[in-house]
T-cell receptor, first 108, second 113 residues
Framework: GQNIDQPTEMTATEGAIVQINCTYQTSGFNGLFWYQQHAGEAPTFLSYNVLDGLEEKGRFSSFLSRSKGYSYLLLKELQMKDSASYLCAVTRNNRLAFGKGNQVVVIP | DVKVTQSSRYLVKRTGEKVFLECVQDMDHENMFWYRQDPGLGLRLIYFSYDVKMKEKGDIPEGYSVSREKKERFSLILESASTNQTSMYLC????????????FGDGTRLSIL
């Protein structure tokens, strides 16, 4: 089975950097996705990690350590529009198992 | 851009009714998924399908069934709706190639009275 753990909520200031952590325990791990979900909207794809290391995509970066069952999403130069829930999801046999999500609130 | 369209944004039904939620994708994706999302529980997989007429149970299939008669359409059926099925329902699709992202519809907020 899967066990995916994310902290529930954090508040950060506009322009700051925030790190969202995700730990997981799963058999048959294939990779890890990060999604962003604004209130009342569909989740949208942010990043995907299959190998250990850091993947950078503009203001967002995602890191994976397979041996530690750990990933983080780094959001730089926070903007008000980054206020959203951030979901990590691990893949196994074409299925995704989602964490409960981390709500990020950006304040001026 | 991938477009996943769910037939209703909001739906109100009564206990015991048979409810159909429809989902259509326009990118020829092989995989389609139905999730429900509840506060504090996150996204949970109900059913998924890898191909036409093929279906597999997810983590919480009880009380639900699905139909995939055409590649682009995946229907979720609540055989006899109950109040504990009040939830946000999200449909998603993806290519079958390993490790492709899932693309989500806007969701259907279903209330069972």
């Amino acid at each position: 089975g899967q066990n995916i753990d994310q902290p529930t909520e954090m508040t950060a200031t506009e322009g700051a950097i925030v790190q969202i952590n995700c730990t997981y325990q799963t058999s048959g791990f294939n990779g890890l996705f990060w999604y962003q979900q604004h209130a009342g909207e569909a989740p949208t794809f942010l990043s995907y990690n299959v190998l250990d290391g850091l993947e950078e995509k503009g203001r967002f970066s995602s890191f994976l350590s397979r041996s530690k069952g750990y990933s983080y999403l780094l959001l730089k130069e926070l903007q008000m529009k980054d206020s959203a829930s951030y979901l990590c999801a691990v893949t196994r046999n074409n299925r995704l198992a989602f964490g409960k999500g981390n709500q990020v609130v950006v304040i001026p | 851009d991938v477009k996943v369209t769910q037939s209703s944004r909001y739906l109100v039904k009564r206990t015991g009714e048979k409810v159909f939620l429809e989902c259509v994708q326009d990118m020829d994706h092989e995989n389609m998924f139905w999730y429900r999302q509840d506060p504090g529980l996150g996204l949970r997989l109900i059913y998924f399908s890898y191909d036409v007429k093929m279906k597999e149970k997810g983590d919480i299939p009880e009380g639900y069934s699905v139909s995939r008669e055409k590649k682009e359409r995946f229907s979720l059926i609540l055989e006899s709706a109950s109040t504990n099925q009040t939830s946000m329902y999200l449909c998603a699709s993806s290519l079958q190639t390993a490790n492709q992202p899932q693309h989500f519809g806007d969701g259907t907020r279903l209330s069972i009275l």
